[in-house]
C-alpha cells in the first residue's frame, strides 16, 4: 500500500505562487507515474497534471499550461506542483494522485489518492 501527504497549499492573492508537494511511502515510488488533481466546492475532481515515471515526460490541462509545473524527484520520493500566475478560478482542493491504470485524466484511472492541501487565490 502507498501512502500520499500533500503540503504547501495556503491562501496567495491573485498572480502570486504556491508550490505543492507531495511525499510518497514506500520503494516502488519511482516505478509509476504521479499526477495533481483539483476539486472546488460544488464540483467534480479534474485532472490538473502529469508525470511519467522517470520524469522525463509531463502533462497538462488546458487550464493550468503554463502557469503549473509538475516535477518529481525520485530520491525523495517526493512529487511537486509548481503554481505560477495563480487566478481565483484556481481556488481548490489539491490532490496528489499515483498510479493509474488507463486514461490518467480520469480520476478513476487512479489507484492512489492523498487527503489534498487547500489553496484559496483572492481576487
Known amino acids: 500500500q502507498v501512502q500520499l501527504v500533500e503540503s504547501g497549499g495556503g491562501l496567495v492573492q491573485a498572480g502570486g505562487s504556491l508550490r505543492l508537494s507531495c511525499v510518497a511511502s514506500?520503494?516502488?515510488?519511482?516505478?509509476?507515474?504521479m499526477g495533481w488533481f483539483r476539486q472546488a466546492p460544488g464540483k467534480d475532481r479534474e485532472y490538473v497534471a502529469a508525470i511519467t515515471s522517470s520524469g522525463e515526460q509531463t502533462f497538462y490541462a488546458d487550464s493550468v499550461k503554463g502557469r503549473f509545473t509538475i516535477s518529481r524527484e525520485n530520491a525523495k520520493n517526493t512529487v511537486y506542483l509548481q503554481m505560477n500566475s495563480l487566478k481565483p478560478e484556481d481556488t481548490a482542493l489539491y490532490y496528489c494522485?499515483?498510479?493509474?491504470?488507463?486514461?490518467?485524466?480520469?480520476?478513476?484511472?487512479?489507484?492512489?489518492w492523498g487527503q489534498g492541501t487547500q489553496v484559496t487565490v483572492s481576487s
Open positions: 514506500g520503494r516502488t515510488f519511482s516505478m509509476y507515474p
Open positions: 494522485a499515483g498510479d493509474p491504470e488507463g486514461t490518467f485524466t480520469y480520476r478513476d484511472a487512479w489507484n492512489f
